[in-house]
């Protein structure tokens, strides 16, 4: 709409409506900003661990996107009308419609987040041994596997390194091929947009034959589609489709048995997940484990306020002047990177700018924990927050060697980004500065939320 408003304005060609921001605020938050030797200490205290460290010593937080979104203010006053009944409620009722509407499944199951519907399905689907492909697993999914003695494995499509390559969230489908016919594999993973590789995006042709090929070796196909509304824009864009976005995910949901996603990214909500699936057979499986671990089917461990702020965000997301603003944005902040010679993965992603801290930091090694030290200098020095995708999150099964930044919804302005990208230029021009760190304790499954880190000296 936007756009189209822009080319009636022929008047308006010395200024592009895509660089203005598409919302305006109604509730105001302070932020804080600290001295650089406050936040020297709070880095010793936090051992060196951003997770660690209190959001109010926050400048700029870009750690995810994940449950950081702003709501809108009908999604405000839709939460109002709450309906807190155990069995059955009305905001049950419009979650499930908006569900429904989005993935085009007949059988939703409300869960408290993503990860839930990782446990569940994991308990479903495999058992020891099993072997889990994927495009590339997120953390969660990834540790959760691992936690069920299954093995997670990432084949993403051979080209995710090529610049030129527009799909570099695909999966390789030789290999998938290879993998079903000779090991023990419970099911596949389509992780849509790749989060872990750049939040880029899968072409529906890829997933397709992913599809295809699954079920030739009668295995259950999944998608994590928790950024599944990004992904089909990026496709619209890249494609020149002319399908509405809600008919482009329809497009990609139709090649799964299961659909789940958590509603913290594309929901534009704070809390919440969905397990959605037409096969009857796997209903009861899920149903009984929803209740165990969840909640009473018809809430799933989502309170009424949730579900009614989850079943707007669900519509709002499908609005292509809300999702071109958003791909703007993200791509504002690589753009500005760039410019400054900050290599970061090309095309840009859905959700985030991803650096890649290997080619900026030549003078330190993975083992050195090079993208962590990254994600510290960027606090100490700017107060921003990101999160490492490397070594410290999948230690040896690390693909790269990453920084995300990833842009929370509808929350920053243009002028934020630049002040991100102005402290990148800092941290360039004193690169060699940057020092080893190495881990002193960690869990073992998810290393990056729970490492102690100090400097090497
Ligand atoms: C691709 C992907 N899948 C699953 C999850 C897990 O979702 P949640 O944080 O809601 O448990 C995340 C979270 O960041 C994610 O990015």
């Given amino acids: 709409m936007k756009n189209e408003i822009f080319n009636k304005f022929s008047n308006f060609k010395d200024f592009n409506l895509s660089d203005i921001e598409l919302y305006k605020y109604k509730v105001a938050e302070k932020i804080n900003f ?26 700029i937080d870009l750690l995810t996107d994940s449950g ?18 155990y069995a059955g409620s009305i905001s049950y009722e419009r979650f499930i419609d908006a569900a429904k509407n989005f993935c085009n499944k007949e059988f939703i199951f409300p869960v408290h987040q993503g990860r839930a519907a990782e446990k569940i399905l994991a308990e479903i689907l495999t058992k020891p041994g099993d072997i889990v492909i994927s495009n590339t697993h997120f953390d969660t999914g990834f540790a959760i596997y691992k936690h069920f003695k299954a093995t997670p494995i990432n084949i993403p499509t051979p080209y995710y390194k090529d610049e030129k390559y527009n799909f570099k969230g695909n999966i390789d489908l030789e290999k998938l091929e290879e993998l079903l016919k000779n090991g023990n594999v419970s099911h596949v993973v389509m992780t849509i947009t790749n989060n872990a590789l750049g939040g880029q995006p899968v072409e529906l042709n890829n997933l397709k034959q992913a599809y295809e090929i699954t079920k030739k070796y009668n295995r259950i196909f999944v998608i994590d589609g928790c950024r599944i509304a990004e992904n089909s824009i990026l496709y619209k864009r890249i494609t020149n489709s002319n399908k509405s976005i809600k008919e482009i995910i329809h497009d990609y949901t139709q090649y799964c048995d299961i659909f789940y996603m958590s509603t913290k990214k594309d929901g534009i909500a704070h809390m919440g997940g969905f397990i959605a699936t037409n096969n009857k057979e796997l209903v009861p499986k899920i149903r ?10 018809t809430y799933g461990g989502l309170s009424g306020k949730d579900m009614e702020v989850i079943a707007k965000g669900l519509e709002e997301v499908l ?28 095309p840009v992603g859905g959700h985030a700018v991803f650096v890649n801290a290997s080619k900026f930091i030549q003078h330190l090694k993975p083992e050195d924990y090079l993208a962590q030290s990254l994600v510290i200098e960027l606090y100490r020095l700017g107060g921003i927050r990101s999160v490492e995708v490397g070594y410290l999150m999948y230690s040896k099964d690390a693909i790269m060697n990453l920084v995300r930044l990833a842009i929370p919804r509808r929350t920053y302005t243009y002028k934020h980004l630049e002040y991100v990208a102005y402290i990148f230029s800092l941290i360039k021009d004193n690169i060699n500065n940057l020092k080893p760190y190495r881990v002193l304790e960690a869990d073992e499954l998810v290393p990056h939320f729970t490492a102690k880190l100090a400097p090497v000296s």
């Fill in 34 to 59: 600290l001295t650089i030797e406050q936040r020297e200490e709070i880095l010793k205290k936090a051992n060196y661990n951003l997770f660690n460290i209190p959001s109010k010593y926050i400048t």
């Fill in 319 to 346: 609005d292509e002047d809300y999702l071109n603003y958003r791909i703007n944005q993200v791509k504002f902040l690589g753009d500005l990177l760039k410019n400054i010679g900050i290599p970061i993965i090309e």
């Fill in 68 to 85: 950081t979104n702003t709501l809108s203010d009908l999604q405000l006053s839709y939460m109002m009308l709450y309906d807190e009944s």
């Fill in 288 to 297: 009984q484990l929803v209740i165990l671990y969840e909640g009473f089917p």
